[in-house]
């Protein structure tokens, strides 16, 4: 049987705002995509340009939004949301 580390998922506590370990890997890997994409096109890599690099960030991050969702309604709680289509769009929930 494998035993599993608890921890609290929250970072940071600042007041009513809590900051998860899940959103500050999402930054974190958002920022790597960013410095690492713009250190390739500066070195010669020309399949890109900086705004369409800037373009592909805004892309994976409204992927990134849409897909957590949609993995919540579809694998999670299908029944609820269902049954409550409209809670679908109240992502702060």
């Not at 494998?2 to 998860?20: S, Y």
């Not at 890109?48 to 690099?53: E, F, G, S």
Request: glycine share 12%.
């Amino acid at each position: 049987m494998l035993i599993h580390p608890q921890f609290d998922p929250v970072a940071i506590h600042l007041g009513p705002l809590a900051v998860h370990w899940y959103g500050l890997m999402y930054l974190l890997g958002f920022a790597l995509f960013l410095t690492m994409g713009k250190y390739r096109l500066k070195n010669g890599n020309d399949v890109l340009t900086v705004p369409q690099l800037d373009d592909m960030l805004m892309y994976g991050a409204v992927g990134v939004v849409v897909g957590g969702r949609l993995g919540e309604v579809l694998f999670y709680q299908p029944g609820y949301y269902f049954s409550h289509p409209l809670e679908i769009f109240m992502v702060w929930k």
